[in-house]
């Protein structure tokens, strides 16, 4: 059964709105009018919303996707401008790397549904997903170098998701990227037309919902854990990870439906 609600509050005004259905829950960035703009309060509104499902065992993927126009165009520039200081700017900047941590260290994976325009801290947002789709003519770009505001902080998603030479070419130049280019570098995973978004989105939802949830959290954890290792403490690490892995039920049970050609009865554990 489909459920939505809002992520902090019933009404439809709310910061970000969430719907669920059949184990997908997906978060809409709900500021329209400002792109979606990444105020305090969406930050904090969507962090939340992350944290609530990390303790609901029945949600098995996370959809991102903006309302609107467009899917997020980065920090609420208007907001920074109306509340100069150091305490709030550190503040934004702060709760900004707990979202994206809290999309790292969810247990189920995270796709970004992109359409329109992904820019500054809503291009990390994407980088920071762990799959991303977007529409063939979404854009992408860094482009705080322009405004005096260097997008150090989105340079952490991605100079963490693409190769050097092309992450510097986003940072420095602040151009914006098609979603081709963006799928060249590897920004994101899929370009389709606008009218098949929601299509290849749920495609991907669905085979993530065929396998064990249980190997799904432990392969997400061991992949941005041993991403920060040197390579001996990486392969030590995974195979210590790979031993308690295949002392779980859903391992045998896997193996076994693998060798008796048959479909296997995931059970979490």
């Excluded at 322009?146 to 420095?172: D, H, W, Y």
């Excluded at 979603?179 to 299509?199: M, S, Y």
Aim: overall charge negative; charged content about 25%.
């Amino acid at each position: 059964m489909a459920m939505t609600t809002a992520a902090d509050t019933p009404d439809q005004e709310a910061p970000v709105l969430r719907s669920d259905a059949e184990g997908v829950a997906t978060l809409t960035l709900n500021r329209p009018g400002a792109y979606n703009a990444l105020s305090l309060d969406l930050m904090r509104s969507l962090r939340g919303a992350l944290e609530a499902i990390a303790a609901e065992p029945q949600v098995r993927a996370v959809v991102i996707q903006g309302a609107g126009k467009g899917f997020c165009a980065g920090h609420d520039l208007k907001e920074l401008r109306a509340n100069p200081g150091r305490a709030f700017y550190e503040e934004t900047f702060a709760e900004c790397s707990r979202l994206m941590l809290a999309v790292v260290r969810l247990p189920v994976p995270v796709i970004a549904k992109v359409h329109g325009i992904a820019t500054a801290a809503g291009c990390q947002l994407v980088a920071s997903c762990d799959l991303a789709v977007a529409a063939d003519d979404a854009r992408f770009a860094t482009p705080g170098v322009n405004i005096g505001l260097f997008c150090s902080t989105p340079m952490v998603a991605l100079s963490r998701n693409l190769p050097r030479k092309q992450a510097m070419e986003m940072l420095l130049l602040g151009e914006m990227q098609p979603a081709r280019r963006a799928l060249e570098i590897g920004l994101i995973n899929k370009a389709v037309p606008e009218a098949e978004l929601e299509d290849a989105v749920a495609e991907i939802t669905r085979t993530l919902l065929a396998k064990s949830p249980l190997t799904l959290k432990i392969g997400k954890e061991a992949f941005y854990r041993q991403a920060e290792m040197d390579l001996e403490a990486a392969y030590a690490y995974t195979a210590e990870v790979m031993t308690e892995n295949m002392l779980t039920r859903d391992a045998g049970e896997g193996i076994d439906a693998f060798i008796e050609k048959r479909h296997p009865t995931w059970s979490g554990e």
